[in-house]
């Protein structure tokens, strides 16, 4: 498996995740509203694995500029439509990793990635990426689910789900376990919530500061 294959699973999915709906709305309503509190006008802004659009569409015109990426190409065509019937100054979506922006030299002041680390393969190295992608003082925002807190029979269930092709690569940790690995990455992690409205919150909304 690789990230073409996880590239294959989002294209093949991103039509019917398009028609999800979010599941907690007042705890993705609180988050949106963390996010806006962080972020100042001028900033230059990039999501990791933003999907069909939705938080990029919702948080761009309250800064400079916004690039939105994500593996998918199939999420990003999504993406673009959305864009089309509402257009956001200063907002971009692109098709691309972590990685691949960080070779381009690019440096933004702050990058989000929601629902993202826990299905990137290389967690070390795309954090390392992350930031270097930051200017120095630069913000990284990440709210995405530990699975290592979560039902044990998840993680039983999880790989059969992967074998056969309805569950994509999803990598196991704590949020104790995540905040250790952000900081060893070169970040100070200045503060850990939980924004569920509703039952027990396994998406630990972190903010971190590029050292």
Same mark, same amino acid.
């Given at each position: 498996?690789?990230?073409?294959?996880?590239?294959?699973?989002?294209?093949?999915?991103?039509?019917?995740?398009?028609?999800?709906?979010?599941?907690?709305?007042?705890?993705y309503e609180r988050t949106l509203e963390q996010v806006r509190a962080l972020l100042k006008p001028g900033d230059t802004v990039l999501e990791l694995g933003c999907g069909t659009g939705t938080t990029? $569409?919702? /948080?761009?015109?309250?800064? *400079?500029?916004?690039?939105?990426?994500? &593996?998918? +190409?199939?999420?990003?065509?999504? %993406?673009?439509?959305?864009?089309?019937?509402?257009?956001?100054?200063?907002?971009?979506?692109?098709?691309?990793?972590?990685?691949?922006?960080?070779?381009?030299?690019?440096?933004?002041?702050?990058?989000?990635?929601?629902?993202?680390?826990?299905?990137?393969?290389?967690?070390?190295?795309?954090?390392?990426?992350?930031?270097?992608?930051?200017?120095?003082?630069?913000?990284?925002?990440?709210?995405?689910?530990?699975?290592?807190?979560?039902?044990?029979?998840?993680?039983?269930? $999880?790989? /059969?789900?992967?074998?056969? *092709?309805?569950?994509?690569?999803?990598? &196991?940790? +704590?949020?104790?376990?995540?905040? %250790?690995?952000?900081?060893?990455?070169?970040?100070?992690?200045?503060?850990?919530?939980?924004?569920?409205?509703?039952?027990?919150?396994?998406?630990?909304?972190?903010?971190?500061?590029?050292?």
């Amino acid at each position: 498996m690789s990230t073409a294959s996880d590239a294959r699973f989002w294209d093949r999915s991103s039509r019917r995740y398009a028609r999800s709906r979010i599941s907690d709305q007042a705890g993705y309503e609180r988050t949106l509203e963390q996010v806006r509190a962080l972020l100042k006008p001028g900033d230059t802004v990039l999501e990791l694995g933003c999907g069909t659009g939705t938080t990029a $569409l919702r /948080l761009a015109d309250g800064v *400079g500029s916004y690039l939105a990426t994500d &593996i998918s +190409s199939g999420m990003i065509a999504i %993406a673009e439509e959305k864009r089309t019937a509402g257009p956001v100054p200063g907002l971009a979506f692109r098709a691309a990793t972590a990685e691949a922006v960080a070779s381009e030299g690019a440096r933004f002041d702050a990058v989000l990635a929601f629902n993202y680390l826990h299905l990137v393969r290389d967690l070390g190295g795309t954090l390392r990426s992350i930031h270097a992608l930051l200017a120095p003082g630069g913000l990284f925002v990440s709210k995405t689910p530990s699975l290592g807190d979560m039902n044990p029979l998840i993680r039983l269930v $999880l790989p /059969l789900m992967q074998m056969i *092709g309805k569950a994509p690569y999803a990598g &196991i940790f +704590s949020a104790q376990d995540l905040s %250790a690995r952000i900081a060893a990455a070169g970040f100070e992690v200045l503060s850990v919530e939980r924004h569920a409205s509703k039952g027990k919150d396994s998406r630990p909304f972190i903010v971190a500061r590029r050292k």
